[in-house]
């Protein structure tokens, strides 16, 4: 969290956690495996949300709202992070063969395009309209930069979303 994937040394690690370098490297023994465990304890203490929770909302206008508050709550108390991941993720996925997606967008896009009762292209438009909603960088973009309020940047999407099926 303090300088992010790319520029974490075993060294410093070590230092950090008080041991040797071998130490660190007898519990992980490349970086893989490091990531991997940095990741599982930070995911732990915070989890992202739960896209199943939504499935009871009948409504998809209110599941894509009620998805992407809390996605965007999620963001904001984990900004600090997910900006040094994605600001290193380049590095990092050449090194660990990383997803080009993060893990928990495929199953929320699922979730909030059910419903909709499109086919075809605008099925499609849809679904990219919500992976695009679901960003971190729309996100930022929304609420950080152009200082949008929390509602405002979810109905916002909600009317991107409504537009990528009536197009």
């Not at 929320?108 to 919500?130: C, F, H, K, Y």
């Amino acid at each position: 969290m303090t300088v992010g994937p790319r520029d974490t040394t075993v060294s410093a690690i070590a230092e950090r956690a008080g041991v040797e370098r071998l130490t660190v490297y007898r519990h992980f023994p490349d970086e893989k495996s490091l990531f991997a465990a940095c990741t599982a304890h930070y995911m732990s203490l915070h989890p992202l949300p739960d896209p199943r929770s939504w499935t009871g909302i009948h409504d998809s206008g209110d599941r894509l709202r009620r998805g992407l508050s809390e996605q965007y709550a999620w963001f904001a108390e984990n900004e600090r992070r997910q900006a040094s991941i994605l600001r290193d993720v380049e590095a990092v996925r050449a090194r660990h063969s990383l997803p080009d997606r993060p893990p928990f967008e495929a199953p929320a896009v699922d979730v909030l395009a059910s419903g909709w009762r499109v086919r075809g292209r605008a099925r499609e438009r849809l679904r990219s309209a919500i992976g695009h909603a679901l960003s971190f960088y729309t996100w930022r973009s929304l609420e950080r930069e152009q200082k949008l309020a929390r509602s405002d940047a979810v109905e916002l999407m909600v009317a991107l979303a409504v537009g990528a099926v009536r197009m």
